[in-house]
């Protein structure tokens, strides 16, 4: 059995759950808010950031309901599709923030890299195609690696023990997911440092 938390635990959990997701409403909407208001203000990198912002508000509009039920540990949230269907909710808006995050470090790194002929290249266009394929490759993804989470039958289990279950078959995915993550972020902010001193190496030499 899955082991049931303290009352007030739980009491704090959910506080910390809502506070943390009101913030990330608010605080996104209004990043998009500003977008929507001002045409000046959606160049590329923007888009990028809108998109950031986009994945983050769904996350914590649409993630929130199961957390808080998580939390309770209500007795009637069980069984396998309510399980399946949170935790595929949750690999999405995880993997698209990390994938969203990691698009915005690359633009920088073009764009100091490639410097004018980047800026000549670049459109908003090719900026929404990139949204979109980010988003694309994000659901095929883990629509594939999810055909596996199927064969999981806990029969009536509580959600609490089927996600245990699903955690322990996962984990080696999530790690190397986070440590590609983590080299690709690296890579490219070498790059980026790289290409930063070039560029003022060719200043100090003009100048």
């Known amino acids: 059995m899955y082991p049931a938390k303290p009352l007030l635990t739980k009491v704090i959990m959910n506080i910390l759950t809502c506070v943390l997701a009101s913030c990330s409403v608010v605080g996104n909407g209004f990043v998009l808010g500003v977008l929507a208001r001002f045409k000046s203000l959606r160049t590329v990198p923007n888009i990028l950031v809108g998109n950031l912002a986009v994945v983050d508000l769904l996350n914590a509009a649409m993630n929130l309901p199961f957390h808080i039920m998580t939390i309770l540990e209500v007795s009637w949230f069980r069984g396998k599709t309510l399980a399946l269907t949170s935790t595929l909710i949750n690999r999405v808006f995880i993997t698209l923030n990390l994938?969203?995050?990691?698009?915005?470090?690359?633009?920088?790194?073009?764009?100091?890299?490639?410097?004018?002929?980047?800026?000549?290249?670049?459109?908003?266009?090719?900026?929404?195609?990139?949204?979109?394929?980010?988003?694309?490759?994000?659901?095929?993804?883990?629509?594939?690696?999810?055909?596996?989470?199927?064969?999981?039958?806990?029969?009536?289990?509580?959600?609490?023990?089927?996600?245990?279950?699903?955690?322990?078959?996962?984990?080696?995915?999530?790690?190397?997911?986070?440590?590609?993550?983590?080299?690709c972020c690296g890579v490219l902010g070498f790059l980026t440092i790289s290409a930063i001193r070039k560029k003022k190496k060719k200043v100090n030499i003009k100048s």
């Open 99 to 183: 994938t969203s995050v990691l698009a915005m470090v690359a633009n920088v790194y073009l764009a100091i890299s490639f410097d004018l002929k980047y800026y000549t290249w670049k459109t908003k266009k090719k900026a929404l195609v990139c949204v979109c394929i980010i988003w694309l490759l994000n659901f095929l993804t883990l629509f594939l690696l999810a055909i596996p989470l199927l064969d999981i039958n806990l029969d009536d289990s509580h959600v609490n023990e089927y996600r245990g279950e699903i955690f322990e078959q996962g984990k080696n995915f999530a790690a190397a997911l986070v440590a590609l993550f983590i080299v």
